[in-house]
């Protein structure tokens, strides 16, 4: 059950604005038609006309359907309905941005720079224009958008005139409730009279949706509601998302990016089945368009909000790590017991316990248990490795920092001029406050240290006032990509490279990498939910990818974390960490054996994963990619959630069972086992064995 579930108030509770479209006091305002649009300007208004709910009994079914309403505003100076600027602009040659302005009938003017974007915005605006008397359509080199008056509709179209998205007109409807899909439009609310946007689009019979940020439900989103609002799921089997990207593609053709951070419910055909409907709560949509293939329009979105760099080469190998190695000793012993296993590994993790209490965050290594920090640091590259650290943005009343950012206004503030919260929690949007924090990472990274783990990040006060001028309503999702940026900068400032460890994001996070998929539960539903969240992040943008390997809440089962280890082996980076012990010695002779082999492997391909990695960065592509990024073409390629390709040639298919086997689908193509070197003809299901690892690998031949 979710948190907004339950029938009470919690503290960071995700939002749903969907529910505003569903209350008897709001006033609704539907578009309905175009009034002095100028094709060449490209701009115009949509004329909404006014609705309400209004009660209706039919055959013992109490119901709320929509029904005309008039002003009954006091004093009588507010306008019946509502007419919307509209705006409409060729980005390139394969993407469109609409922009629809519902807070006042004032021309369209600028939002500030959105630090979701890598650059502001520059109309190309070389399409072909054809205005007709009910239309006007755009021609450009991906397709056609057109903007019908009466009825007011969006059409985006193939170059073959194929609908590829047309929104909903209350006209369109079938259903015997008017209501039934919401149509495009907007509610006012009674409470505080925000506006916020309907963007109601066709769903057609065999589309399927993809994307939306790291989400751990069924890869496929067709059918499904989400939350787009980040949140600690505890774990990774829920609707919530500590990534959540306001971005999904379809397997029509088209992809979506929705230029916000307010939260936004996503309906994508949960409610009614031919309907996506997406709830933003911004005043203003602006939406980008993105017409091509998967692999096309990932290219495009991540022109708009940015791409990966590439990380340093060490960070490719393993990370050994646990939650959480207190002392210097357990350090140097981890280290040394690495190089005598003959175990190839590249950093050392130092999760919440290096300073003097446990958790407590003030970037200070413990005086007691850490008795030596520069001699630590010189053994640890002596060994040609490297020490990641822990640490968060959130200060407790009892951490000594606490008092000087709330003294200093470093932390976000509360409506009623103290805390939203217990914690001082960081305000990344207040300059002053990020070179405070900056500063106090800088001191760690001069000592030695090469990776800084930025958790948490997706409990930012909603109710919260920020440096930036805006309340936490879009400020809260925001909060990780400051975050992640804050963190990358300084390190890429002191160290000449760029990589962080962070859980949380938002779009343009990617940017910023390396994420990795939070708390997830020690068994193989847990690894394979990751996977699935693995392939949606991918699918906004995100090249690199990682995750607790063997779940992160309790000691794995030595079965479960043979399996989990094949399954990192094969993703960007690789990282074994949760509850003690993580360790391979601390389960066996076998198991050590089996340790060392596997980590073999992943040197063995270490040269392909470099290469791959080089490739998705310049490309703005998942290393981790769903097998309908690479065979688009293929049919059945679009239903596998379990099955992976690594880079653009190996195909993974991990063991999510007690079976030594598994069904696996191969898309198009001649394929070949990794360790067998058994051949395969793509386009059908095979079952196959494991071999040396419990996981099956096929690379194209």
């Not at 990534?243 to 990016?257: D, E, H, M, V």
Request: with cysteine; aromatic share 14%.
């Amino acid at each position: 059950m979710l948190d907004q579930d339950y029938n009470v108030k919690l503290l960071n509770q995700p939002m749903d604005v969907q529910k505003e479209f569903a209350k008897y006091e709001n006033t609704y305002y539907l578009a309905d038609s175009i009034a002095d649009f100028s094709g060449k300007e490209q701009n115009g208004h949509v004329c909404c006309k006014r609705y309400i709910r209004k009660s209706r009994l039919s055959f013992n079914d109490g119901r709320l359907p929509f029904e005309e309403g008039s002003s009954w505003e006091f004093p009588p100076h507010y306008d019946e309905n509502k007419k919307v600027y509209i705006q409409v602009d060729q980005v390139s040659d394969a993407v469109v941005r609409l922009r629809l302005k519902g807070n006042d009938n004032k021309d369209f003017t600028e939002k500030d720079h959105s630090i979701m974007l890598t650059d502001e915005i520059v109309a190309k605006n070389t399409w072909e224009i054809k205005e007709e008397k009910e239309r006007v359509m755009y021609r450009f080199e991906k397709g056609t958008l057109e903007i019908v008056y009466h009825p007011f509709h969006i059409v985006l179209k193939d170059t073959e005139g194929k609908i590829l998205l047309e929104s909903y007109h209350m006209s369109d409807s079938f259903s015997l409730l008017n209501c039934d899909p919401i149509p495009f439009g907007m509610v006012e609310t009674l409470q505080n009279m925000k506006i916020h946007w309907a963007a109601s689009f066709h769903l057609f019979p065999d589309e399927k949706i993809f994307g939306t940020g790291e989400s751990f439900t069924a890869l496929n989103k067709r059918g499904q509601k989400l939350l787009l609002y980040t949140k600690d799921p505890h774990g990774v089997q829920t609707p919530n998302m500590y990534k959540p990207i306001p971005f999904y593609l379809s397997s029509r053709g088209y992809g979506i990016f929705f230029h916000t951070s307010t939260p936004i419910s996503l309906d994508l055909g949960r409610t009614y089945d031919s309907a996506q409907v997406s709830y933003i709560g911004d005043d203003m949509l602006e939406l980008f368009f993105i017409v091509g293939s998967p692999k096309e329009i990932l290219k495009e979105y991540t022109k708009l909000t940015g791409r990966a760099s590439m990380v340093p080469e060490w960070s490719f190998g393993l990370w050994m790590s646990r939650i959480s190695y207190h002392s210097q000793q357990q350090v140097e012993d981890v280290v040394n017991k690495m190089k005598e296993e003959r175990i190839p590994c590249n950093v050392v993790h130092l999760d919440t316990g290096w300073f003097e209490d446990d958790w407590k965050c003030d970037f200070e290594f413990s005086k007691t248990r850490f008795p030596n920090v520069d001699a630590m640091f010189h053994m640890v590259e002596k060994n040609n490795m490297h020490i990641s650290l822990w640490q968060y943005p959130y200060f407790t009343p009892l951490n000594p920092l606490f008092q000087e950012i709330v003294k200093k206004g470093y932390c976000v503030q509360g409506l009623d001029g103290g805390l939203p919260t217990k914690d001082a929690v960081l305000d990344f949007s207040n300059p002053e406050g990020v070179a405070w924090y900056q500063n106090k990472l800088k001191n760690l990274l001069e000592l030695g240290t090469d990776c800084i783990k930025a958790d948490f990040g997706e409990a930012a006060p909603i109710d919260g006032i920020y440096q930036s001028g805006k309340s936490g309503f879009y400020e809260h999702n925001l909060y990780p990509l400051r975050y992640n940026q804050a963190v990358s900068e300084i390190m890429k400032k002191v160290k000449g490279h760029s990589i962080i460890w962070a859980r949380s994001a938002w779009a343009g996070s990617q940017r910023f990498p390396v994420h990795w998929g939070g708390d997830s539960e020690n068994t193989l539903s847990g690894m394979k939910s990751t996977l699935r969240g693995a392939l949606s992040l991918g699918l906004c943008g995100f090249t690199f990818y990682s995750h607790d390997i063997g779940g992160f809440v309790k000691r794995p089962s030595e079965f479960l974390y043979r399996r989990w280890l094949a399954f990192g082996v094969f993703t960007s980076h690789m990282r074994c960490h949760g509850a003690p012990p993580r360790e391979p010695w601390e389960y066996g002779d076998d198991f050590l054996k089996y340790f060392r082999e596997i980590m073999e492997l992943r040197e063995e391909l270490m040269p392909y994963i470099l290469e791959q990695a080089e490739i998705s960065c310049e490309n703005g592509f998942p290393m981790m990619r769903t097998l309908f990024f690479e065979e688009p073409e293929d049919p059945g390629a679009w239903l596998i959630d379990d099955e992976y390709f690594f880079g653009n040639q190996l195909l993974v298919a991990p063991l999510f069972d007690e079976k030594e086997g598994r069904d696996v689908y191969l898309p198009n193509g001649l394929f070949q086992n990794y360790f067998t070197q058994e051949q395969y003809q793509g386009g059908k299901w095979y079952y196959m064995e494991s071999d040396k690892f419990p996981i099956i690998v096929l690379k194209r031949i």
